[in-house]
């Protein structure tokens, strides 16, 4: 991502101090990481210290500062989808695609999120791929809808 | 700011407003552990040792005193069944990282806790993040950060920052209560200094 | 539409509006619900084409409205005016349900509620047990309006609230009104709202903020999704009255990043808003200036801690602090700041047009109004209800929830997650009520029921609550992240019923340490869960210990 971009950016929420998440939300979306030297320079830009970056970059689990796959893995871990069996959809995913949550396969094809609860508890177990909820699947129905994302 | 008239373990104690129950505690002699707390910096909260009892309007309460600041009427007690076993047992939790610590030893020993309840973890960082915050707040350099959250939070150099600062400075080493921080400056200058990669570049 | 400058000049902008709905226009509310939909826009797209195919365009009106709550059902659409309510309706279905219906009046039979048990059908929504059970102040709107539009809004009554609140009434005459209402939290706290407000009013300082949370993190809990997404309006109205009451000039909106839905209808809603004077300066003539501005959710679950989602808007890491001063007093950036949840803020233009006397006549003597529940887990109908406080759980799982699927009996519910307690089937009669709850240590949260089954593990059950803990948990102090730790390690023993003598009050001492002296209250309820099931469910906890399992 180059430096042009990053201070359009920085310069759409005003170049304020307090704005830095929403600055690495609007990185992170278009670039799907953070590279350390685009850290450094909104750390320069806006004026708040490198450590300070690196601790909201890291606290936070949108934020990813590797590169990220192609494609968009959820697995929903929330409590109900957990209930209807999802711990077995995320071992199936997991032993397929050979990655955890929150990692990123070596081709980049698949990045595996975290799992927090989407809120659609009625699609329970569900997995999410790329914004599309795939419904009340089983471990079976996983390969097949993976093998659809390339 | 005016003044402020509160108890502590039955002792009338006059401090000004705004000020800590542990300040207000010191100023009148009575001791209260600590462990991540230090006078140069701004008070963090995170051991909770000097954890005590406040009781204000009938109500009791368990407040961190390095940050609840002072109130008229108010009855603290820093020492109870309560405030021991609240000691204990996050010392106890402590000690699993760092056993040999000369301040958790000694504290272990007034509070009867057990270096040995729990099984030793692989990290000897108790986050007290002394080091984290002297950097930041009295040399400004912010040569070392906070990463990741919950059990898998760490005390991290930050290479591209630390090279630069860090060889003639070296002053949070002895506020470190453990032997991690010095060990983690090394590991991290031999394997992530930005001159090494340079120099073997040359090579 | 011109800006609005004066009550008199809003209700004649009303009347126009009203005066061109055709009321005998027909048209389809197709439910825009994250579960109705699924991320795909092709139900959508499939009745806008039939529309068009079939020359209708112009004639019959769509709308994609917000939740209509009926979640097991969907996806859910609805025909107005009579209200036949089509269920499970996938995009192949949008051809015959414009020809018979919308064209040929008839209705699609196959596509008709009906009942599990009884075999009953039910064709309009007021027929459906469902919806007759509940009582929909707040949901009700959603399938009536488009979230889009602030018309629709203002053609059920929406700002007339404000333009009460501004040019009828003082900051301290709507501040009694919340206060007599008894508004308490819904977010989890509970507490009352006017006493926040209160705090924030008295509170000496130029500068003061309301903020709105709109972060629902407690897993289970989508209802502030389903009224934020399907009616924002009616949140910010409650918004801008909250900061006439306290005295601030600016407000906030804290929510999520991950529903590019819900973001687009609340910015939408709020350049509109803006465009008729509802916000800017000077609203409706009565010298009130107020501004709102959205701050994203980043996905942390602690950053829908007050203290934390205010050093988010900040622009820091969202670690809590300890509430030794209220936030109320010293927020964001050390001003006074009033936080509420989206539900809390949605219940205070009904309180305002309506007054507190018909809102405290509705629920218990210390829990008023309505609480919208999401329900989840082993149950028939997942979905939103709402509810007066008061309902006995029973009828919310049973009349309401239409009970436990695959012939299972009830074993336990469970308010509040990983930070909340579980009440066995005995105690399904406990009505719905903040006090009577908390007392059985399961504090409604924020409305999350989640409901278990016979064959649920109560351990294996504590030890998830705990690894969503660990995931969220921010790890500044002490009690929290190594209580947390060592708990873990604990589980892992017990869950392969290999847990050593002691284990269970070694948990026992790390809950009451971390419910003492953590900093925050993620901390202080890290114990919640595992001293309920303690409480109602120990001899599942004693099989897992070693030594035990052969005696119990």
Redo the contacts between chains.
């Keep these: 991502m180059d430096e042009q971009r990053i201070d359009e950016i920085i310069n759409k929420y005003g170049g304020?101090?307090?704005?830095?998440?929403?600055v690495l939300?609007d990185i992170q979306h278009e670039n799907h990481w953070l590279p350390r030297e685009v850290l450094?320079q909104v750390s320069e830009k806006l004026g708040?210290?490198?450590?300070?970056i690196?601790?909201?970059a890291?606290?936070?689990?949108?934020?990813s500062l590797k590169p990220q796959g192609r494609h968009e893995v959820h697995v929903c871990r929330?409590?109900?989808c957990?209930?209807?069996g999802s711990a077995r959809i995320l071992e199936k995913v997991r032993n397929l695609i050979g990655i955890n949550p929150g990692e990123t396969t070596s081709d980049l094809r698949f990045s595996l999120e975290?799992g927090?609860?989407?809120?659609?508890?009625?699609?329970?177990p569900e997995m999410?791929v790329d914004?599309?909820?795939y419904?009340n699947i089983t471990p079976e129905d996983v390969e097949e809808i993976l093998e659809n994302y390339k | 700011m005016s003044d402020v008239l509160l108890t502590i373990d039955g002792k009338e104690v006059r401090a000004k407003g705004e000020t800590s129950i542990l300040d207000a505690a010191r100023s009148a002699g009575i001791f209260i552990p600590t462990l991540c707390h230090h006078e140069k910096l701004d008070p963090y909260g995170g051991c909770r040792l000097c954890t005590v009892e406040v009781e204000s309007r009938g109500r009791t309460s368990y407040v961190a005193s390095c940050l609840y600041p002072v109130e008229n009427d108010l009855i603290v007690r820093t020492r109870s069944e309560k405030i021991a076993k609240i000691r204990k047992v996050i010392l106890e939790l402590l000690l699993a990282h760092a056993p040999d610590s000369p301040q958790l030893v000694s504290l272990a020993e007034e509070y009867g806790a057990k270096p040995d309840r729990f099984e030793k973890e692989s990290s000897f960082c108790i986050l007290c993040g002394l080091c984290v915050r002297y950097c930041a707040e009295v040399k400004k350099k912010n040569a070392i950060a906070f990463v990741d959250q919950g059990p898998k939070r760490e005390v991290n150099f930050i290479p591209e920052i630390a090279s630069k600062e860090c060889w003639n400075c070296k002053e949070c080493f002895s506020l470190c209560p453990t032997s991690y921080l010095q060990a983690a400056y090394f590991l991290t200058e031999a394997l992530a200094f930005p001159q090494r990669a340079l120099k073997s570049s040359e090579k | 539409m011109a800006r609005i400058n004066s009550g008199p000049e809003l209700e004649d902008a009303r009347k126009v509006i009203v005066s061109k709905r055709e009321l005998d226009k027909a048209w389809l509310a197709i439910c825009g619900g994250i579960s109705c939909l699924g991320g795909r826009d092709s139900l959508i797209h499939a009745f806008e084409e039939e529309i068009r195919k079939q020359a209708l365009e112009g004639k019959v009106g769509v709308r994609v409205t917000g939740c209509h709550g009926f979640c097991a059902q969907g996806p859910n659409v609805v025909i107005y005016p009579e209200e036949i309510c089509y269920v499970r309706v996938q995009p192949e279905d949008a051809s015959e349900i414009v020809s018979r219906t919308l064209i040929g009046k008839k209705v699609v039979d196959r596509l008709v509620y009906t009942d599990p048990v009884t075999g009953k059908k039910a064709v309009h929504q007021s027929e459906i047990p469902y919806y007759k059970k509940q009582t929909r102040n707040l949901l009700g709107m959603n399938p009536r309006i488009d979230p889009r539009s602030i018309d629709d809004y203002l053609a059920i009554g929406g700002y007339s609230a404000l333009a009460k609140a501004l040019l009828r009434m003082s900051p301290e005459q709507v501040l009694e009104e919340v206060k007599k209402a008894n508004l308490r939290g819904r977010g989890g706290g509970g507490f009352p709202a006017g006493l926040k407000w209160e705090t924030a009013r008295n509170a000496k300082a130029e500068i003061k903020y309301v903020i709105c949370n709109g972060h629902e993190g407690e897993p289970g809990a989508y209802m502030d999704r389903a009224i934020f997404q399907g009616n924002p309006h009616l949140i910010v109205e409650g918004l801008i009255i909250g900061g006439y009451a306290v005295g601030a000039r600016q407000g906030f909106i804290y929510t999520r990043h991950d529903m590019p839905r819900l973001r687009e209808n609340v910015d939408l809603a709020l350049k509109m808003a803006e465009e008729y004077g509802f916000l800017g300066k000077n609203i409706l003539g009565s010298g009130f200036d107020f501004q709102i501005e959205v701050h994203l959710d980043v996905g942390i679950f602690v950053s829908g801690e007050a203290s934390a989602l205010m050093k988010s808007i900040e622009g820091k890491a969202p670690e809590p602090r300890p509430k030794y001063t209220r936030t109320a007093v010293k927020g964001i950036w050390e001003r006074p700041s009033n936080l509420n949840n989206v539900e809390t803020w949605a219940n205070v233009p009904q309180i305002i047009s309506k007054g507190s006397d018909w809102y405290a006549g509705i629920g218990t003597e210390r829990s008023k109004g309505t609480k919208m529940i999401s329900l989840s887990g082993n149950i028939v109908n997942t979905g939103v209800v709402e509810v007066p406080f008061g309902t006995s759980l029973r009828e919310i799982v049973y009349d309401i929830g239409g009970g436990i699927p695959n012939g299972k009996k009830l074993k336990a519910v469970h308010f509040g997650a990983a930070m909340g307690g579980t009440l066995p089937v005995e105690l399904i009669d406990t009505p719905l009520d903040f006090d009577a709850l908390s007392k059985l240590g399961a504090g409604i949260g924020a409305g999350g029921l989640f409901v278990m089954d016979e064959d649920t593990d109560m351990v294996e059950m504590s030890r998830f609550f705990l690894d969503f803990l660990a995931n969220e948990s921010c790890g500044k102090c002490v009690p929290c992240r190594e209580g947390i730790r060592q708990m873990l390690r604990i589980f892992s023993r017990m869950s392969e019923g290999k847990g050593k003598e002691g284990d269970i009050e070694t948990l026992e001492e790390l809950c009451e340490v971390g419910s003492l002296a953590s900093l925050c209250a993620l901390g202080k309820t890290t114990s919640s869960p595992i001293r309920s099931a303690l409480r109602f469910f120990r001899k599942e906890y004693e099989k897992s210990i070693e030594s035990k399992a052969g005696a119990v």
């Design positions: 304020k101090a307090n704005s830095v998440i929403m939300m450094a708040v210290p490198l450590s300070e690196l601790h909201i890291t606290f936070y689990k949108t934020f929330g409590t109900s957990h209930q209807r975290n927090s609860c989407l809120g659609c508890c009625t699609l329970g999410v914004g599309v909820h419904r």
